[in-house]
């Protein structure tokens, strides 16, 4: 059964430190692996996408992940956050055409 | 300006009231998806599509249906509403596989 897990629901970062927002996933076949962003009462917004290739893979807002198929991860990472990165952040494999799955989301704070 | 537009944004309506959430797209996108998004479930995908006249069931179909006649249009139906279709609803669409979707606004539904 495929299956994603974004293990931590809330995740507290002060200004100006990196931030790492996990997940990991269980699928059949090769998948392609998304990030997206929800701001409060807006929809989702794509940050990246890792399909093949180099497993560091830069998106919007500074944010980048890092693809890591022996552990079937793909964590969020920003190297300095900012106040208004906070935000739902959501993991969301795909396989097939257009299996798209999303974890339960990760509800990231960052600390002025 | 290249988006997802749904109407309407907020929606109270009595239960077994039929009514219809509309989606437009306006990007010549292939594949279009209905989501749902409840708290601590993340979104699950109702149904979807990948061209004019190919629909096809999501995780959490029951209770809903759709159509696609347009490219650009993908109304979602709900026949006879029940409380626990009381979510809100995301429609989206992609050129294919290899990109990110773009999300609309969203749809507040409220069934009493």
């Known amino acids: 059964a495929q299956s994603v897990a974004q293990p931590e629901d809330q995740v507290n970062v002060a200004e100006g430190n990196p931030l790492t927002v996990k997940c990991t996933y269980s699928v059949s076949g090769n998948p392609y692996l998304f990030w997206y962003v929800q701001y409060p009462n807006r929809g989702l917004q794509f940050l990246l996408k890792?399909?093949?290739?180099?497993?560091l893979v830069k998106g919007s807002y500074g944010f980048e992940a890092e693809f890591n198929k022996s552990q079937t991860s793909f964590h969020l990472k920003k190297p300095s956050a900012l106040v208004s990165d906070s935000a739902l952040y959501f993991c969301?494999?795909?396989?097939?055409?257009?299996?798209?799955?999303f974890g339960t989301g990760t509800r990231l704070t960052v600390i002025p | 300006e290249a988006q997802v537009t749904q109407n309407p944004r907020y929606l109270i309506t009595v239960t077994g009231k039929k009514l219809t959430v509309t989606c437009s797209q306006n990007m010549n996108h292939e594949y279009m998806s209905w989501y749902r998004q409840d708290p601590g479930l993340g979104l699950r995908q109702i149904y979807y599509?990948?061209?004019?006249?190919?629909?096809d069931k999501g995780d959490v179909p029951e209770g809903y249906k759709v159509s696609r006649k347009e490219k650009r249009n993908f109304p979602l139906i709900l026949e006879s509403p029940s409380p626990n279709q009381t979510s809100l609803y995301f429609c989206?669409?992609?050129?294919?596989?290899?990109?990110?979707?773009?999300f609309g606004s969203g749809t507040r539904l409220t069934v009493v």
């Open positions: 599509s990948m061209n004019v006249e190919v629909t």
């Open positions: 989206a669409s992609t050129p294919g596989p290899n990109y990110g979707y773009t």
């Open positions: 890792y399909i093949t290739g180099d497993n």
């Open positions: 969301a494999p795909r396989t097939g055409a257009n299996n798209l799955f």
